[in-house]
């Protein structure tokens, strides 16, 4: 159904050339992939983490394909598009990269088994693959010069670095002060960090829609 509705929007996107159309072809064909995502886990047996991880690693998936859509059509009628398309598909992968980052852990934290590999491997394998994520919003948003993709990279940078804190560092009375210190450290060099990539690589560049 989403797919039909989905080619009918091409087709008149094709036609007119107007980016509400592509809007709508673009919402209606993620609709279809989320259905078919969620039509083809109903068919296997997961259980409650197996089933949300999938989910979550679509979703991610489907943040990547904004961005190279958005990437796609710069240049074109769809300009006014891409900052939308970059700033959504950013949201997608940075929240739920760490919803699956944080379901993990959470999973295997509560395996008994403390010999299994999977254990130590498994929640670390998903740890590195946020900060790939966030390695990539960095430098795709000098190669784009998009701040649509910097903010959300800064601001799920401090999250990210939150969650390692809250999840490596044992908490006591006197490790907080200690802990602030290096939360505000952290925001401060994030916030130079973007400072500097949105003045010296995006500021003047990037084509406000």
Same mark, same amino acid.
């Given at each position: 159904?989403?797919?039909?509705?989905?080619?009918?929007?091409?087709?008149?996107?094709?036609?007119?050339?107007?980016?509400?159309?592509? #809007?709508?072809?673009?919402?209606?064909?993620?609709?279809? +992939?989320?259905?078919?995502?969620?039509?083809?886990?109903?068919?296997?047996?997961?259980?409650?983490?197996?089933?949300?991880?999938?989910?979550?690693?679509?979703?991610? @998936?489907?943040?990547?394909?904004?961005?190279?859509?958005?990437?796609?059509? %710069?240049?074109?009628?769809?300009?006014?598009? %891409?900052?939308?398309?970059?700033?959504?598909?950013?949201?997608?992968?940075? +929240?739920?990269?760490?919803?699956?980052?944080? @379901?993990?852990?959470?999973? +295997?934290?509560?395996?008994?088994?403390?010999?299994?590999?999977?254990?130590?491997?498994? &929640?670390?394998?998903?740890?590195?693959?946020?900060?790939?994520?966030?390695? @990539?919003?960095?430098?795709?948003?000098?190669?784009?010069?998009?701040?649509?993709?910097?903010?959300?990279?800064?601001?799920?940078?401090?999250?990210?670095?939150? +969650?390692?804190?809250? %999840? #490596?560092?044992?908490?006591?009375?006197?490790?907080?002060?200690?802990?602030?210190?290096?939360?505000?450290?952290?925001?401060?060099?994030?916030?130079?960090?973007?400072?500097?990539?949105?003045?010296?690589?995006?500021?003047?560049?990037?084509?406000? &829609?």
């Amino acid at each position: 159904m989403f797919l039909l509705i989905s080619v009918f929007f091409l087709l008149l996107c094709i036609y007119h050339k107007h980016e509400l159309l592509t #809007f709508f072809t673009i919402l209606s064909g993620a609709s279809s +992939y989320i259905f078919a995502v969620l039509s083809v886990l109903k068919t296997l047996e997961n259980d409650f983490y197996l089933h949300n991880e999938r989910i979550g690693n679509s979703v991610v @998936l489907l943040g990547f394909i904004f961005i190279m859509i958005g990437f796609l059509i %710069r240049n074109t009628f769809n300009e006014k598009m %891409r900052v939308l398309l970059y700033f959504i598909g950013s949201f997608f992968i940075f +929240y739920f990269g760490f919803f699956n980052m944080t @379901l993990i852990s959470d999973q +295997y934290n509560s395996i008994v088994n403390i010999m299994n590999l999977l254990v130590i491997f498994m &929640p670390n394998l998903y740890i590195i693959a946020y900060f790939i994520y966030l390695i @990539l919003g960095f430098l795709g948003s000098i190669f784009l010069k998009s701040t649509a993709i910097l903010i959300p990279t800064a601001v799920a940078s401090f999250f990210y670095i939150s +969650y390692l804190i809250n %999840r #490596f560092i044992n908490f006591d009375s006197k490790s907080w002060t200690i802990i602030i210190i290096l939360l505000g450290c952290f925001i401060i060099g994030i916030g130079f960090l973007s400072y500097f990539i949105n003045k010296k690589y995006i500021q003047k560049k990037e084509v406000v &829609p």
